[in-house]
């Protein structure tokens, strides 16, 4: 183990070493004003460091941008050079970046540029497109230190290990193949088990929006960086809301596939071998189409024939054909897609910006004409418990290995705890099962509500919380249950943005009804979360990822556009 | 625990009341021969006990029979009893069944007739065909014992379970709901974890074709049975073999799809909740068509929505076209079909019967014109450490506890010892991730066939045999790693057979090749193996089923022609 000096050395030189591989042009020239004194640096404030033309292009979002960089009309260097620049700033302004590789997305750029001059056509239907990676994805001659200071200038944390520096992960691969552009790793909390980003090398990943807060985890970087628009879209990672949390918190698309959709093959992980509860890539984005482009485009790379946990189940057309039909005929006033609200769990009380929140989308169901049913699903208590046995399960061997490389210490936000009680194979068997019934509950609950839509199928989807909060306060994260059933369940979900708290709407009301009482918690404090992004979960059936993105173009749309007419 | 005259006089009283329930007219007034009068039990000896019409009934395949009873021309009870009569002589014969309800199912199958005069159609795919169960699957008001004498009157070991009695398999209800008939459940070893079928309750199962050996394990009651058409259609379950082997000693055709396809839920199993390696239902039958007919009806039920580890992928008829429009080609002398043939893993040489079996198998293949290569897979050694590993990884906790119930003895050909040391959860992760980098690199190897196969496509699958020898020897089975290595990589694998072991022909060869002698094991007893069943596996991509059970039913009739013109 290496002295508390050699860790903080070794941090401090990696801290450095990102913000000297950003370019001198690219600096900014005088210190970032206090988040008191600037809480939001998003929009105008961002854009004061960009011309006119980098905003335009990296304000596009991942499908207007392929489309003009599939076709030539925008060169994939001037595309890649513009986030470059923007994901450069993101990273002084709020501290959202673990690696960044700008001259070798640059190279790769030009590379595409020059095979469209010559063949006239994209390499893929990501040709041109930048696209971030959550720090976990390796990349030849890029660290992966998924935070651990010890990890820094090894394989994941082994320094003779020859796949340093050479292996790439197959997500990696794919990418490249579709034409994509790669050019940062984004941070995360180190061991990736918590709802805020911190870890001893880059520090605090604060919230754009309100850098008072912030900007979720585990895949927070990737969170805060679109919120810059430093990124048009990118992959996290969640195994118990970590693609879901940081999308909220940052008013972005995030959606958490089922298991087996998304290669994980070659990537970094935290306890990996745990199988309980699958961590599962998923793609995070501005707009909910970008989610289906990169989606799309990763399966199109057949990854089953590449990472033996994915399962051989190519993008069905037939599923969106069908989900379309029934939105048309919602949109021509007939719908019969009814849809669940769960607006608290029965464990953790929600914050008045949630419950508006969920009621302005529940208003914004009625008004779509779709059927809105409450939903009284099995305990949510037992998934709770379900969900931290398995994160608890090898009582922090894995987590104390990976520190004590270094010596460094473990942020008080890491859910696990170092010296925990190692479960018996027999013990997790046991857990197994017990996860095993709860599933079968969940589902025999799910397909109950037929009886109660009136349009002969079960929920076509359910909308409840992403957190009992909007963006939270630093080292406040705890509930972790509105994600993390979700995993435990296996059922796909997607962040849909919604709106942003509000000093002036989100106060205790002085006459509330009984239903709202029972599912607020009033210990909340409306300014400091004044302007916070506020999100909803929009959950599916397991493996019908191509149903919730579908719904979730039009529904997310809808919402917003009801959301912004009021 | 219970004493040991307290387990005989159980186990004693549950064998009697299984004899009990076969009605006196289908009872055998004479003792039945020693195995060394009459080895074979099958065809001409059982038919002396049968009427013109059962026979007819009894050897037709189920998709004959589904044609006939599904349309009316043959009544449900009419079938039924003339199976309830062989399944008599069957058990009378080898000793293959652990529970008969034939009044129950005498009762289902006059419903059936009732509802098909009145509504003049089938309840559905499998209206009045009788379909055996391997004794795992819960009916209501019928025992589970799995063998286990601590069982006996009790839900899976528990006196007290509410679910005793009145519990259904999900598999159960779903073969109600397509019209099969339940008529009977078939031996296991106990434990389930053994390649021979034995227990303190039915004794020993034998093999019908040699009543020297063993029927398999274990699913061995469903392949004795079959062999002897006490039913035309069943289903077992596979961890390491246990429908293949059965199939292959039986000279039937038995699936084992790849996880999440069939519905395990609600049904009794060994460890329960060891998900590194998961036990998974399959059927068997006489005919490979047998197989896609069960099959593809179980998925019509849409198990996905009733059991939360079955995976959303309906029976898809593109991939059977697709499939076919190969074979077409090829039966016009053009095929672009390719597959490997591995005649030993490198680790347990075979027997002179199983090598010929599968020169028989390349010959009909060359003969059939497909392109055939050798298999040189990554190391099969590893791949059985895997699964020894993953079947010990409880030391042995869970069999104990239900040996313990009673406090009879383990049979010696369990594969799992009692008081073993149980892994740890760190230890188990690690063992998961090298049960995925194995896969991982079987993955590839298979990808990297496509450079010699010349089809452009790497092989379309692969022939093996099922184990080193043909139908055991009782208490000398132990190489399980010719199946198990399918179960390590989770892929589709099929039983076909192939001939019978013959004394003139499967003798040492005065001079062997090189190449012969690499892989025959020499100790083998050409007289005791002569007429036991002789089969192949034939194994395929992982969740390509519906690839797997087309091409086994062209290639089981064309190695089946080529093998009889010889």
Same mark, same amino acid.
Not at 124 to 153: A, E, R
Not at 261 to 288: C, F, H, K, W
Not at 405 to 427: C, F, R, W, Y
Not at 505 to 533: C, F, K, M, Q
């Given at each position: 183990?290496?002295?508390?000096?050699?860790?903080?050395?070794?941090?401090?030189?990696?801290?450095?070493?990102?913000?000297?591989?950003?370019?001198?042009?690219?600096?900014?020239?005088?210190?970032?004003?206090?988040?008191?004194?600037?809480?939001?640096?998003?929009?105008?404030?961002?854009?004061?460091?960009?011309?006119?033309? %980098?905003?335009?292009?990296?304000?596009?979002?991942?499908?207007?941008?392929?489309?003009?960089?599939?076709?030539?009309?925008?060169?994939?260097?001037?595309?890649?050079?513009?986030? /470059?620049?923007?994901?450069?700033?993101?990273?002084?302004?709020?501290? /959202?970046?673990?690696?960044?590789?700008?001259?070798?997305?640059?190279?790769?750029?030009?590379?595409?540029? $020059?095979?469209?001059?010559?063949?006239?056509?994209?390499?893929?239907?990501?040709?041109?497109?930048?696209?971030? #990676?959550?720090?976990?994805?390796?990349?030849?001659?890029?660290?992966?230190?998924?935070?651990?200071?010890?990890?820094?200038?090894?394989?994941?944390?082994?320094?003779?290990?020859?796949?340093?520096?050479?292996?790439?992960?197959?997500?990696?691969?794919?990418?490249? !193949?579709? *034409?994509?552009?790669?050019? /940062?790793?984004?941070?995360?909390?180190?061991?990736?088990?918590?709802? %805020?980003?911190?870890?001893?090398?880059?520090?605090?990943?604060?919230?754009?929006?309100?850098?008072?807060?912030?900007?979720?985890?585990?895949?927070?970087?990737?969170? $805060?960086?679109?919120?810059?628009?430093?990124?048009?879209?990118?992959?996290?990672?969640?195994?118990?809301?970590?693609?879901?949390?940081?999308?909220?918190?940052?008013?972005?698309?995030?959606?958490?596939?089922?298991?087996?959709?998304?290669?994980?093959?070659?990537?970094?992980?935290?306890?990996?071998?745990?199988?309980?509860?699958?961590?599962?890539?998923?793609?995070?984005?501005?707009?909910?189409?970008?989610?289906?482009?990169?989606?799309?485009?990763? #399966?199109?790379?057949?990854?089953?024939?590449?990472?033996?946990?994915?399962?051989?189940?190519?993008?069905?057309?037939?599923? =969106?054909?069908?989900?379309?039909?029934?939105?048309?005929?919602?949109? $021509?006033?007939?719908?019969?897609?009814?849809?669940?609200?769960?607006?608290? !769990? *029965?464990?953790?009380?929600?914050?008045?910006?949630?419950?508006?929140?969920?009621?302005?989308? %529940?208003?914004?169901?009625?008004?779509?004409?779709?059927?809105?049913?409450?939903? !009284?699903?099995?305990?949510?208590?037992?998934?709770?418990?379900?969900?931290?046995?398995?994160?608890?399960?090898?009582?922090?061997?894995?987590?104390?290995?990976?520190?004590?490389?270094?010596?460094?210490?473990?942020?008080?936000?890491?859910?696990? =705890?170092?010296?925990?009680?190692?479960?018996?194979?027999?013990?997790?068997?046991?857990?197994?099962?017990?996860?095993?019934?709860?599933?079968?509950?969940?589902?025999?609950?799910?397909?109950?509500?037929?009886? #109660?839509?009136?349009?002969?199928?079960?929920?076509?989807?359910?909308? /409840?919380?992403?957190?009992?909060?909007?963006?939270?306060?630093?080292?406040?994260?705890?509930?972790?249950?509105?994600?993390?059933?979700?995993?435990?369940?296996?059922?796909?979900?997607?962040?849909?943005?919604?709106?942003?708290?509000?000093?002036?709407?989100?106060?205790?009301?002085?006459?509330?009804?009984?239903?709202?009482? %029972?599912?607020?918690?009033?210990?909340?404090?409306?300014?400091?979360?004044?302007?916070?992004?506020?999100?909803?979960?929009?959950?599916?059936?397991?493996?019908?990822?191509?149903?919730?993105?579908?719904?979730?173009?039009?529904?997310?749309?809808?919402?917003?556009?009801?959301?912004?007419?009021?």
């Amino acid at each position: 183990m290496a002295s508390n000096s050699t860790w903080r050395a070794q941090a401090e030189a990696k801290r450095q070493s990102i913000l000297d591989a950003i370019p001198e042009k690219w600096r900014l020239a005088t210190p970032v004003p206090s988040a008191t004194e600037v809480r939001d640096v998003t929009g105008s404030y961002i854009q004061q460091f960009l011309s006119k033309r %980098e905003i335009e292009i990296t304000e596009s979002d991942a499908v207007d941008i392929a489309a003009q960089t599939t076709t030539g009309r925008w060169s994939a260097v001037e595309v890649t050079e513009a986030f /470059c620049h923007r994901a450069a700033l993101a990273h002084q302004l709020v501290s /959202c970046l673990h690696e960044v590789f700008f001259d070798a997305a640059i190279e790769d750029a030009k590379k595409l540029d $020059a095979y469209f001059a010559e063949h006239k056509k994209a390499v893929g239907p990501l040709h041109g497109l930048p696209v971030s #990676l959550k720090d976990q994805f390796h990349i030849k001659g890029i660290d992966t230190t998924m935070g651990y200071v010890g990890w820094i200038g090894t394989f994941q944390g082994e320094k003779e290990d020859p796949r340093f520096g050479t292996k790439e992960s197959e997500l990696v691969r794919e990418l490249r !193949n579709l *034409g994509a552009v790669l050019y /940062c790793k984004t941070s995360v909390p180190t061991t990736l088990m918590a709802g %805020e980003t911190v870890n001893n090398i880059i520090g605090y990943t604060w919230n754009p929006k309100n850098r008072l807060l912030s900007s979720g985890g585990s895949s927070g970087g990737e969170g $805060a960086l679109m919120a810059l628009r430093g990124s048009p879209a990118g992959f996290g990672t969640d195994i118990g809301g970590s693609i879901r949390i940081p999308a909220g918190f940052n008013h972005l698309y995030g959606l958490r596939p089922s298991s087996g959709r998304m290669p994980y093959e070659g990537a970094a992980n935290s306890m990996d071998g745990q199988s309980t509860v699958l961590s599962v890539i998923g793609p995070l984005a501005p707009t909910a189409r970008s989610l289906t482009l990169l989606f799309k485009a990763v #399966l199109s790379q057949q990854p089953w024939y590449h990472d033996p946990l994915v399962l051989e189940l190519p993008w069905r057309d037939a599923i =969106v054909e069908e989900t379309r039909s029934l939105i048309e005929q919602a949109k $021509a006033g007939n719908s019969t897609l009814a849809f669940a609200i769960m607006h608290w !769990n *029965g464990v953790d009380r929600v914050h008045p910006p949630i419950a508006r929140g969920l009621k302005l989308v %529940e208003q914004a169901l009625q008004k779509m004409g779709h059927r809105v049913i409450p939903w !009284n699903p099995p305990s949510h208590t037992t998934a709770d418990q379900l969900l931290f046995k398995t994160f608890f399960m090898d009582g922090g061997v894995d987590i104390k290995h990976h520190f004590g490389l270094s010596g460094e210490p473990k942020a008080s936000q890491v859910l696990i =705890v170092e010296d925990g009680i190692e479960l018996s194979v027999s013990q997790l068997a046991e857990l197994n099962v017990a996860k095993r019934e709860y599933q079968k509950q969940y589902l025999d609950y799910w397909n109950s509500t037929a009886e #109660l839509t009136g349009t002969g199928r079960p929920v076509d989807g359910i909308f /409840c919380p992403i957190a009992p909060h909007a963006a939270i306060i630093p080292n406040q994260f705890g509930a972790v249950g509105y994600t993390g059933f979700v995993n435990v369940l296996d059922y796909p979900s997607v962040s849909i943005p919604v709106t942003f708290a509000d000093k002036t709407i989100d106060v205790r009301p002085t006459n509330p009804s009984a239903a709202l009482e %029972e599912h607020i918690e009033w210990n909340y404090d409306a300014d400091t979360y004044d302007g916070a992004p506020v999100g909803v979960q929009f959950v599916g059936r397991r493996l019908q990822e191509e149903k919730i993105l579908t719904l979730t173009e039009y529904l997310g749309e809808e919402i917003s556009r009801a959301v912004g007419a009021k």
